[in-house]
């Protein structure tokens, strides 16, 4: 241990004064360290990629989607001891020597400080949503083969695909927790590996109901309650009657779950509510019981807040991502890697603009994040060509021209009705003629 940490602090020493040192402004270096010991993938040898510079290497992919892997080293100044810029060849094997590990690691501890550390509002319990996210990978023999993808009428998809399932804060839009899985991983089953957490309210879609998994999630801490639209076919006995379209019920529980889960109830109750939006009857289902804490109609309109995650993957996949629809990676440690590489991302933009609303007085998804992103990375673009220091500096002005990057109030009363907006079709999509 002592000539690891030798070597560490060697290679620290070692770092260009205006490159990657300039990057602990947004990540603490310790951090780093400690994901890189924990998960046993720290630089031994003095390479011209070492560990710690290949984490930085992989959330750059991740900020400079458009950048080609060896122009994301040069822009992030990368190279130890100012070297001149290594072969591609070199930054393919320091993230092959990486693996995805150190990142998994990585993301926990940032959460862990940040979003899941300091809550949005102090004195109310966190609202919370879990959903499932997509990303196609490229089309390699090693992808397909571990990754999977979807089956249509016509055949396979046309990309090997990865499953996750994430926790979002709806009040901040700030992940915190994630789980990668290949493509044939269910979501309940991954999201039966989330840290909930303690006073708070998580919303799930319907595809999340199950007794085994509701009552694992609301009995794992202190006030974990959960809410959800309930199924059309739910089977349930009304207990008792709160109100009016308001019930405490009481629902069997399957032979084949209390098979699984020996420990499980023959019956277990929760809340039924039933409203009446847009000329429809919808039924929401919760753990909430408590009837002057907890009113129906707040909990029916708590539940819109589930788009908020929706959002939230936009903000991953369409801007973060420039709408790019397939990744880089073409080996599934790789692909996984770069997936983790993309949540520290959002989790570091989404830091600073939390940073930012609360520098102008409005709540953190008031911040453009499209505009904010371009301000945020094009500083950190700037890194390798500015004077030691300047980073933390232009992330402080950033701040203070934070009232520059706030959005309007949302206006009330909006629907986020689901549309399709790529056919499936078996045949090409139609583009239109490129004038000269």
């Given amino acids: 241990m002592s000539l690891l940490q030798t070597t560490l602090n060697e290679t620290l020493e070692a770092l260009p004064a205006n490159g990657i040192a300039q990057l602990s402004a947004l990540i603490d270096p310790d951090w780093i360290e400690q994901a890189l010991q924990a998960t046993g993938r720290a630089s031994i040898r003095r390479r011209k990629l070492p560990a710690q510079h290949a984490v930085w290497l992989v959330i750059g992919l991740a900020l400079f989607r458009q950048m080609p892997l060896w122009q994301v080293v040069q822009e992030m100044a990368l190279t130890l001891d100012g070297q001149e810029l290594p072969v591609p060849s070199a930054s393919v094997q320091a993230r092959q020597r990486l693996g995805p590990e150190p990142l ?87 999201a039966s590996g989330l ?35 309930a199924k059309d076919n739910l089977r349930y006995e009304v207990a008792q009657t709160l109100g009016e379209g308001d019930w405490l019920i009481r629902m069997p529980v399957s032979p084949r779950a209390r098979k699984l889960h020996t420990e499980l109830p023959s ?137 520059y990057f706030v959005l309007p109030p949302r206006r009330s009363g909006r629907s986020f009705p689901r549309e399709v907006k790529r056919s499936r079709s078996k045949f090409p999509t139609k583009k239109m003629p490129v004038s000269t």
């Avoid at 990865?162 to 991954?190: F, I, K, N, P």
């Fill in 195 to 229: 840290r909930g957490l303690d006073h708070s309210i998580t919303l799930f879609d319907r595809a999340y109901f199950s007794a085994s998994f509701l009552l694992t999630w609301s009995q794992a801490g202190e006030q974990r309650h959960w809410l959800m639209r």
């Fill in 267 to 403: 019956h277990w109750q929760a809340r039924l509510i039933e409203v009446s939006a847009g000329g429809k009857i919808r039924r929401i289902i919760t753990s909430m019981l408590d009837l002057q804490r907890f009113a129906a109609a707040s909990l029916a309109q708590l539940y819109r807040q589930r788009w908020e995650i929706e959002l939230g993957f936009r903000e991953i996949k369409q801007s973060l991502q420039q709408g790019q629809a397939v990744l880089r990676s073409k080996q599934p440690e790789l692909v996984r890697q770069e997936i983790w590489g993309i949540l520290i991302a959002h989790t570091l933009l989404r830091r600073w603009m939390r940073l930012m609303a609360q520098h102008a007085g409005v709540e953190p998804t008031r911040i453009s994040f499209h505009t904010a992103r371009h301000a945020i990375v094009g500083t950190i673009n700037a890194v390798h060509l500015a004077r030691t220091g300047t980073l933390p500096a232009l992330l402080q002005q950033l701040l203070k021209q934070a009232r």
């Fill in 104 to 190: 998994a690691h990585l993301f926990e501890l940032l959460t862990q400080a940040w979003g899941r550390a300091h809550p949005v509002h102090e004195q109310t319990l966190r609202v919370l949503a879990v959903d499932g996210v997509v990303w196609s990978a490229p089309e390699s023999v090693d992808n397909r083969q571990v990754l999977g993808s979807g089956q249509t009428q016509y055949g396979p998809q046309p990309w090997p695909m990865v499953r996750a399932v994430c926790l979002l804060d709806t009040d901040s839009h700030e992940l915190l927790d994630a789980q990668l899985g290949d493509y044939g991983c269910g979501e309940l089953t991954l």
